[in-house]
């Protein structure tokens, strides 16, 4: 299906709407070897140039087929297709594309709320889960009570849970009033529960847990319960962050 030029360029990662409209305007795009003209459709197999640089459309025909969605999963939902106890999963929420189905990247447990990723790669999911590749996750946490320097240090030098040595690689105070200190903490792992174990191990206990990032992708202002896809050059970086190819 024929797209606007502005659309079709702005997935590709080309730059923003705006900015190619501008572009568009000055003359620096240019659809089969002429001037491109602001809205005009592309189905894909034209000829594009950018101030002379080739967009390969078809090149990148296949990668931008693999659906990828980042989506603010609200507390009361769980990470399962088929949950026993009837619970909302996010499979209800999100369907799953035309004959392909979703992988969550990570799961967030039924009382975390935040940034999940959903993909149809089942792959690259692997991938961006597994430890070795260390992927950030960045969470806000509302904690009850304020952390100290000692305490600081030590959740960055790791504490001791029953599954290993967990530590977080930063910590940002954000604020608070009274019993609740909210902070920014990030961690290469996603161990279950693994924020809230954690601090309770240091005999905090979590109020509120929102993931705000994964990896190189942010929440930023989506609404509970919406969600968005990624654009191209979002999911390339995903997959040079885990050593893919983007074909």
Sequence with gaps: MAERIQKVLANYGVGSRRTIERWIEQGRVFVNGRPAQLGEALNGKENI???GRIINLQRNHQLKNEQFIAYYKPT????????????ATVFEAVKDPSQRRWVS???????T??????????ELAHRLMHPSYGIQREYSVRLLGKLS???????KRGVRLEDGI??????????GSGKNQWYRVSLGGGRYREIRRIFKALDFQVSRLIRI???????????????????????????????????
């Design 49 to 51: 140039k950018v101030d």
């Design 76 to 87: 009361g939902e769980v990470c399962t297709r088929n949950d026993p106890e009837g619970r």
């Design 105 to 111: 990247v990570g799961r967030l447990d039924i009382n």
């Design 113 to 122: 709320s935040g940034l999940l990723l959903l993909t149809t790669n089942g």
């Design 149 to 155: 320097d000692t305490h600081c240090n030590l959740l």
């Design 166 to 175: 967990a530590r977080l690689q930063e910590i940002i105070y954000s604020g």
């Design 213 to 247: 990032r994964y990896g190189p992708i942010l929440l930023g202002n989506l609404r509970r319960g919406g969600s968005r896809r990624l654009t191209l050059k979002e999911i390339q970086t995903l997959h040079k962050n885990v050593g893919l190819r983007a074909r």
